[in-house]
């Protein structure tokens, strides 16, 4: 019976210490809950609808970036053969000039000449 009711109080003692209340103090944790076919069914549909979420997102940004790209090429102005030749002619000229200040300037003089 001491014996009882030592352990009784070292119990209250051990609840008021750590603030548990008496009814859970002692109780062991639940369990996880076994996969019911319910659950099983659940998880497969939701994975499911997982992938199908993940594919739509990798074709969507594969449809952004491919309108990105396309419109890229659209804001590109195609320069016809004369002019990307005449381009490549005043760079070799500019070359030729000793200082950056005079390069610069015949740049922009023969490219406003385009």
């Known amino acids: 019976m001491a014996r009882f009711a030592a352990s009784l109080f070292a119990a209250c003692l051990a609840v008021s210490i750590l603030g548990a209340r008496g009814d859970t103090a002692f109780t062991a944790p639940r369990p996880p809950l076994a996969l019911t076919p319910y659950s099983k069914l659940a998880a497969k549909k939701e994975h499911?609808?997982?992938?199908?979420?993940k594919k739509?997102?990798?074709?969507?940004?594969k449809r952004?970036?491919?309108?990105?790209?396309?419109?890229?090429?659209?804001k590109e102005s195609p320069e016809s053969a004369e002019k990307k030749q005449k381009r490549i002619e005043c760079e070799e000229q500019a070359e030729k000039l000793l200082y950056d200040a005079d390069k610069r300037a015949y740049m922009k003089e023969c490219i406003s000449n385009l």
């Open 48 to 53: 499911r609808e997982s992938a199908t979420r």
């Open 64 to 74: 952004k970036r491919e309108h990105r790209e396309s419109a890229k090429k659209k």
């Open 56 to 61: 739509e997102h990798r074709e969507s940004a």
